[in-house]
């Protein structure tokens, strides 16, 4: 095996590759490189690789530093500009995209790692509606804190091993549009969790000193709409976020629509729910992803490699328990995917190792240990043969079975909203929002589904299998500046849900995801070829397109990231489209407050110019 093979079976496999581990102490022998020179009095150091969620990213023994207090990281900040070094915040490293530091940072970089996560995680009331939370807390603790004030938030990143300011510095947002008829309650919003945000405090220099100071900014304070969304050229150390309250939810999860009718052309799916359809309430006719956007305003679809019926899951609104649901307490309900099943993890190992073809015996696997821990459904299961029958035992039937059934679930809205843990199977992933008018959602859908499916068929007629995960489709509103209750503020400047000022008609946000585990022969050609697509299709005449900042991006035909036309001048220029302040305006702002760029690493420099 390559080292890219053993870090993609490493990382497909689970464990806790971003959490605090193999830490070498200043004084140790082990130590890379010399401590560095003159930091301020009671800094904790140590030194300890960054490596990423997907194992794509990593690095050599990096300096890195735990302040206990936010008002150590301006001093850091001063120590930083007069030595050369740069500052890179960090939490749980559960990113793709190289915003902290790029793959193969050498122990020479002149880069301190100020990990967020260890101390700077207060959550506390702000206000009856408010919370204040510092960067470094989970979102974990966060949704766990407004829970027990009952409040919630309409939608959140699925993972609960995030920090606050990762969240916020990406733009991190969930699945949820507004249902036909529903009134949005206060303090909530169908955008990202930046545009939550009522308050601020980042490190910034002030022009009076020359040094680094804390300074909050109120969201209607124009400079705040820069550090909303700030892709790691910012540190912001605190925020005051608005929350609801709290709503129940009803998630229902569902196989038996298939992909030609959930990702129909407008107007041609065949019509009729199934009896499971009808068990669930979704018997009525409902067939195609914008149906049930439209009757429940949340929902998701994991469109494993090379099936043919999509997991489909909606949740709404739901004050009492329904009768047929499955009463929750705690989020992570699935637990066939949070903790991935032998047979699973063992075919995921032979695929990262080399066995590239079976790319569609995993995706059938994938799809058929789902539809059995969801619905008991064995009939495909029966059905199935020869090395996929062998799979499936029925030791591991038996094992999925036990924890009971999981397709029809209801509970205070933290425990549906997050269901993804850090041991579910380690993937890459391109990411992409797509913005339209709500009526041609449908339209945006079956567009990507079709050419997605003849570029997979393309590669599979060659022998080449360059998807063996997911594709993962949601649905938003768009960063509505109104939905954070304060009057004057403005949307997140660099927030791929800003809306467009010369689209008010573009009121939803389609987001696409294509999933691999990393090494995969021929992805990044597979997601360049995907990409250009896209581009081409969602041009800005009917639906426009704008990168998802966490994930893969700017394809070339070996590698994410690294399309300098793209990079250089798309990207920016998806910001700059419908007029009004826009990338321009952000870049200059978070330059002003940061014109030695502390904040800051080669690849943001060439993005943010």
């Known amino acids: 095996m390559t080292r890219r093979q053993l870090l993609g079976a490493s990382a497909a496999l689970g464990g806790a590759a971003w959490l605090l581990r193999g830490t070498i102490g200043p004084d140790s022998a082990e130590a890379a490189t010399p401590v560095p020179p003159g930091l301020p009095a009671g800094t904790e150091l140590y030194q300890r690789v960054f490596e990423n969620w997907s194992g794509e990213i990593r690095t050599d023994q990096l300096w890195t530093c735990a302040p206990r207090t936010p008002e150590e990281v301006p001093a850091l900040a001063d120590w930083a500009h007069a030595n050369g070094w740069r500052l890179r915040a960090s939490g749980y490293r559960h990113t793709w995209a190289p915003l902290t530091v790029a793959n193969g940072t050498p122990d020479s970089a002149r880069v301190l790692i100020v990990d967020t996560s260890r101390y700077l995680t207060a959550i506390t009331a702000d206000s009856p509606t408010t919370v204040r939370a510092q960067a470094g807390a989970g979102m974990e603790a966060l949704l766990a804190h407004l829970a027990d004030r009952g409040l919630g938030l309409t939608a959140c990143p699925a993972p609960g091993d995030l920090t606050v300011g990762g969240v916020l510095a990406i733009g991190g947002h969930g699945t949820a549009a507004p249902a036909h008829g529903e009134l949005r309650p206060d303090g909530h919003g169908y955008g990202s969790v930046s545009n939550q945000v009522v308050r601020l405090t980042a490190v910034v220099l002030d022009p009076a000193t020359g040094r680094y100071a804390l300074r909050t900014f109120d969201r209607a304070e124009a400079?705040?709409?820069?550090?909303?969304?700030?892709?790691?050229?910012?540190?912001?150390?605190?925020?005051?976020?608005?929350?609801?309250?709290?709503?129940?939810?009803?998630?229902?999860?569902?196989?038996?629509?298939?992909?030609?009718?959930?990702?129909?052309?407008?107007?041609?799916?065949?019509?009729?729910?199934?009896?499971?359809?009808?068990?669930?309430?979704?018997?009525?006719?409902?067939?195609?992803?914008?149906?049930?956007v439209e009757r429940d305003g949340r929902v998701e679809a994991i469109w494993f490699a090379y099936t043919d019926y999509p997991w489909l899951k909606t949740w709404t609104v739901s004050p009492t328990k329904p009768l047929a649901a499955r009463a929750v307490d705690q989020p992570y309900n699935y637990p066939f995917s949070d903790s991935v099943p032998e047979p699973v993890a063992r075919l995921a190992g032979q695929i990262v190792s080399g066995a590239w073809g079976s790319a569609p015996l995993f995706g059938q696997l994938q799809y058929l240990v789902a539809k059995v821990a969801l619905t008991g459904d064995l009939t495909d299961v029966l059905l199935s043969g020869g090395l996929l029958r062998d799979l499936l035992s029925g030791d591991l039937i038996t094992h999925l079975l036990a924890g009971g059934l999981r397709s029809d679930l209801w509970g205070p809205s933290r425990t549906l909203l997050q269901y993804v843990r850090p041991t579910t199977l380690r993937v890459t992933a391109n990411g992409y929002a797509i913005l339209t008018k709500r009526a041609d959602l449908q339209w945006v859908v079956s567009e990507f589904a079709a050419?997605?499916?003849?570029?997979?068929?393309?590669?599979?007629?060659?022998?080449?299998?360059?998807?063996?995960?997911?594709?993962?489709?949601?649905?938003?509103?768009?960063?509505?500046?109104?939905?954070?209750?304060?009057?004057?503020?403005?949307?997140?400047?660099?927030?791929?849900?800003?809306?467009?000022?010369?689209?008010?008609?573009?009121?939803?946000?389609?987001?696409?995801?294509?999933?691999?585990?990393?090494?995969?022969?021929?992805?990044?050609?597979?997601?360049?070829?995907l990409e250009q697509w896209l581009l081409r299709t969602f041009d800005g005449t009917r639906a426009g397109m704008r990168v998802e900042w966490s994930k893969g991006w700017a394809y070339t035909a070996d590698a994410a990231w690294s399309d300098q036309d793209l990079i250089g001048r798309v990207i920016p220029d998806s910001l700059r489209a419908g007029g009004g302040p826009g990338w321009d305006e952000a870049v200059a702002v978070l330059d002003r407050y940061d014109p030695h760029r502390v904040f800051g690493n080669p690849f943001l420099d060439g993005l943010l110019k």
């Open 223 to 292: 400079d705040s709409a820069a550090f909303l969304v700030h892709l790691g050229r910012a540190f912001v150390t605190e925020v005051v976020l608005r929350a609801g309250a709290d709503r129940p939810l009803r998630c229902v999860s569902r196989l038996d629509i298939p992909a030609s009718d959930l990702f129909a052309r407008p107007g041609t799916a065949t019509g009729g729910g199934g009896l499971l359809g009808g068990l669930l309430g979704g018997g009525d006719g409902l067939r195609t992803l914008a149906d049930f």
């Open 451 to 529: 050419y997605y499916r003849q570029l997979l068929a393309e590669c599979q007629a060659r022998g080449e299998f360059p998807v063996n995960g997911a594709v993962e489709i949601r649905v938003t509103g768009l960063d509505d500046p109104s939905y954070s209750g304060v009057p004057g503020a403005r949307p997140p400047l660099l927030s791929a849900l800003r809306p467009r000022a010369d689209r008010p008609e573009w009121d939803t946000a389609v987001w696409l995801d294509v999933l691999a585990f990393p090494g995969t022969p021929g992805l990044e050609r597979f997601a360049r070829d």
